[in-house]
């Protein structure tokens, strides 16, 4: 059974791999940005299981849904002909990340997360996103995620 640790420590993942790639952007340019994103993304999300139902905070029309790694690296690092509105969320300077649980489900190997995330730039400003992770444990004991979805808090 997947426990509350457990979500917890995956979520420090999805923040470190933010902040992984930002700085791989800044060392390495969009090259070094990408081959991070692509560890990331296998290291956490459940690509290799099947479609993973990812909408972005900022993605819209025909290309608002990301099921396949590359349509989640494009968001991640923008520079893709395939998707020319993505600027690249994780190349924005990020340093810190938190987050605040709203709610949990846990039921055996899959489990479901909803919350507020803060990502801090290297310049000190904080985004708050509201945030849906769906996991799913996969064979080799690997929690991933198969549910993300984001969104910017409303402000009327």
């Given at each position: 059974?997947?426990?509350?640790?457990?979500?917890?420590?995956?979520?420090?993942?999805?923040?470190?791999?933010?902040?992984?790639?930002?700085?791989?952007?800044?060392?390495?340019?969009?090259?070094?940005?990408?081959?991070?994103?692509?560890?990331?993304?296998?290291?956490?999300?459940?690509?290799?299981?099947?479609?993973?139902?990812?909408?972005?905070?900022?993605?819209?029309?025909?290309?608002?849904?990301?099921?396949?790694?590359?349509?989640?690296?494009?968001?991640?690092?923008?520079?893709?002909?395939?998707?020319?509105?993505?600027?690249?969320?994780?190349?924005?300077?990020?340093?810190a990340t938190d987050?605040?649980?709203?709610?949990?489900?846990?039921?055996?190997?899959?489990?479901?997360?909803?919350?507020?995330?803060?990502?801090?730039?290297?310049?000190?400003?904080?985004?708050?996103?509201?945030?849906?992770?769906?996991?799913?444990?996969?064979?080799?004991?690997?929690?991933?995620?198969?549910?993300?979805?984001?969104?910017?808090?409303y402000d009327p």
């Open positions: 059974m997947i426990t509350t640790a457990e979500l917890a420590a995956a979520r420090v993942a999805w923040g470190n791999g933010k902040i992984a790639i930002s700085r791989s952007y800044e060392d390495g340019g969009i090259d070094a940005a990408r081959k991070t994103a692509s560890i990331h993304l296998d290291a956490v999300y459940g690509y290799n299981l099947g479609p993973v139902l990812f909408k972005p905070t900022m993605a819209s029309g025909e290309q608002t849904f990301r099921l396949t790694k590359a349509g989640a690296l494009a968001y991640f690092v923008g520079h893709s002909s395939a998707y020319p509105l993505d600027a690249g969320f994780a190349i924005r300077g990020w340093r987050s605040v649980t709203a709610a949990e489900v846990i039921e055996g190997d899959i489990a479901l997360w909803m919350g507020r995330v803060s990502l801090t730039d290297k310049d000190g400003t904080i985004t708050r996103v509201d945030k849906s992770f769906g996991y799913r444990r996969d064979e080799s004991g690997v929690l991933r995620i198969v549910l993300h979805h984001s969104s910017l808090p």
